[in-house]
């Protein structure tokens, strides 16, 4: 309960900043916080996150795609990378969890 709300209210505040409402907004964004959430520590197979985890993993992933932009990539390219990054983190994750 706590989470659709905490999520109403980030698509409200998404709206207001952008001063639009469509249904396809928050769709780039998707790769960023699913990348986010594993860089943070959170395990995809039913591991516990925490929220200090994965407040460090949105930090890394906001400094890397500022990084990103700076660099000048593409969104295609930006994408491609975020999906590498989700692969390595993953790749780790069961690593750790098969010692």
Do not use: F, H, P, W
Request: charged share 10%; hydrophobic share 55%.
């Amino acid at each position: 309960m706590i989470s659709g709300g905490l999520a109403g209210l980030a698509g409200l505040l998404y709206a207001g900043r952008l001063q639009a409402a469509k249904y396809t907004l928050g769709e780039t964004d998707l790769m960023t916080v699913i990348a986010a959430v594993i860089v943070g520590g959170t395990l995809l197979n039913g591991g516990k996150g925490s929220i200090v985890g994965a407040l460090v993993g949105s930090l890394m992933m906001g400094m890397l795609n500022n990084g990103l932009i700076l660099m000048g990539l593409s969104v295609s390219d930006q994408m491609i990378v975020r999906g590498l990054i989700i692969l390595a983190a993953v790749a780790v994750s069961l690593r750790e969890k098969s010692r």
